[in-house]
């Protein structure tokens, strides 16, 4: 059998690695190809999946364990914890005790910096790939022809070579002009529905990110016009700025820098370089339909992906879920839908209601500066608990912008009696005058 993945980003890297990994019934392990045109060991958005690179730990566990040797440059930084920035002030969440998580980024770096390519997280994915006995063919696909006959090849063109597989994955991401053509295909596929979002590298150096970040994540949840939140992650010498909103350009990231409560987490002489890595991808917000037809999966964001976080983790999911699927060996499209449409929506498509929420419950919270000032001290006031396991709100801020809980979750924990009533004094002084605004850090 050969199967062609269309993307090596995370979900089609892990299925290719995940069939290799595996045995069809009769033993034999299947031919994989792996379609991506775009070279992960080059710097800047050529190389990028665009993406803040937020992984926990266990994704790297995940990969170590399909063989991948995880270089030491791999990781940026090791998070200790968030900064929440609102329009009443800010204040430091530190991390779960017990969750490890990092940053990395998704190429060999920025394209203002030296590329490094032991830094690339996709180039590692990759590589694992190769070591599993992948193949992969260097060029995008530019036409996929169906088959022609039950049973007939699938035709994948690229613009050297046409090939010839027996089953195709689609791991193309939200960002391809592949979703358009797979939507006209004939087996009904419904790409997610999408946000623009915007994205830059910031160069401001090592030293002065150790000395005010550490390992904070810096999150801003000040109300702006459009924009449901920004964040400041670290990396070795750049702070990834992303902001993201239904529908966010360059003019609002650079407005969002401008911030004075951002701004005061910049060096105090940085201004805006003339030069500098920015993308503006589209991030999926609701999942695909119709993701399967007899012998072709749909896998990825470009299927399913955990609400606005965590997209890394929902692709490895629906990657690996792909891979024992087919390996399984029943590939109409009832048994593709059973065995691995059903387990997605199962994981994510409930849960995902619950996470649109909660984001729609925290830009409530920051429109409003009652709200806002009562949600400050809230945090502020549980960080005296010396177990971390006691303080509710820090919880449901920490699982909501890492992803590393299930949405559901973290809704039942906002909706606790203790969480309420708490919540209730805080909104009550707030409103009444006796909470004040913070205006230093
Ligand atoms: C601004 C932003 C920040 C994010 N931050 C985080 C984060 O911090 N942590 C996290 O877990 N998730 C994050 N995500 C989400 C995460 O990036 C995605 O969920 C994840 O990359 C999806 O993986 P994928 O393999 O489905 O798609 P992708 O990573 O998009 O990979 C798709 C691959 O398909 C290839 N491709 C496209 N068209 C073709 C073609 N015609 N032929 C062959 N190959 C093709 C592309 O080159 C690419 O390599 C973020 C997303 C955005 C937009």
Redesign the pocket.
């Known amino acids: 059998m050969r199967v062609g993945v269309?993307?090596?980003?995370?979900?089609?890297a892990v299925c290719a690695i995940e069939l290799r990994r595996g045995a069809l019934h009769g033993g034999d392990r299947p031919e994989v190809l792996l379609?991506?045109?775009?070279s992960f060991a080059q710097a800047g958005p050529q190389g990028c999946?665009?993406?803040?690179?937020?992984?926990p730990r266990a994704i790297l566990d995940r990969l170590a364990a399909m063989g991948a040797e995880i270089p030491a440059a791999l990781v940026q930084r090791e998070i200790t914890g968030h900064y929440f920035e609102t329009r009443a002030g800010g204040v430091h969440i530190p991390k779960d005790p017990d969750a490890t998580i990092y940053t990395v980024f998704?190429s060999a770096g920025p394209r203002t910096a030296e590329p490094e390519i032991a830094q690339s997280f996709?180039y590692l994915l990759l590589r694992t790939a190769l070591q599993a006995g992948v193949v992969h063919v260097d060029e995008?696909?530019?036409e996929l022809q169906m088959p022609e006959a039950p049973g007939a090849p699938f035709r994948l063109q690229t613009a050297r070579e046409a090939y010839e597989v027996d089953v195709v994955v689609g791991?193309?991401?939200?960002?391809?002009?592949?979703v358009r053509r797979f939507a006209e295909l004939g087996f009904g596929y419904q790409p997610p529905g999408t946000y623009r979002?915007a994205?830059a590298e910031m160069p401001v150096g090592a030293d002065f990110i150790t000395a005010v970040f550490g390992g904070e994540i810096k999150i801003f949840a000040l109300g702006l016009p459009g924009v449901a939140f920004g964040a400041l992650?670290p990396k070795r010498t750049h702070l990834t700025v992303?902001v993201?909103g239904r529908d966010v350009d360059r003019a609002d990231l650079e407005r969002f820098l401008e911030h004075p409560r951002v701004r005061r987490h910049l060096p105090p002489d940085w201004s805006l370089p003339p030069v500098y890595c920015r993308c503006a991808?589209?991030?999926p917000v609701t999942a695909a339909k119709n993701v399967v037809a007899d012998r072709l999966l749909v896998?990825?964001?470009?299927h399913i992906?955990r609400y606005l976080?965590?997209?890394?983790?929902?692709?490895f999911f629906t990657?690996a879920r792909a891979a024992e699927t087919i390996l399984a060996g029943d590939l109409s499209q009832q048994a593709l839908f059973e065995h691995y449409v059903r387990p997605c929506h199962a994981r994510y498509l409930r849960d995902n209601e619950y996470g649109r929420f909660l984001f729609r419950l925290n830009d409530a919270i920051s429109g409003s500066q009652v709200l806002s000032r009562a949600g400050r001290w809230l945090l502020e006031r549980e960080q005296r608990r010396p177990n971390w396991r006691d303080r509710h709100h820090t919880h449901i801020m920490w699982y909501t912008f890492t992803?590393s809980a299930p949405y559901c979750e973290i809704v039942r924990e906002a909706f606790l009696p203790s969480s309420i009533l708490r919540t209730l004094l805080a909104v009550t002084l707030s409103a009444t005058g006796l909470l004040k605004d913070k205006t230093d850090g």
Not at 49 to 55: E, P, S
Not at 309 to 315: C, L, Q, W
Request: hydrophobic share 40%; with cysteine.
């Open positions: 269309i993307g090596g980003g995370p979900a089609g379609f991506d045109g775009k999946n665009m993406c803040a690179g937020v992984i998704r996709d995008h696909v530019r791991a193309f991401g939200v960002n391809s002009p592949l979002v994205q992650t992303t993201i991808p589209r991030i896998i990825g964001e470009a992906a976080k965590g997209g890394i983790e929902s692709a990657g992803g």
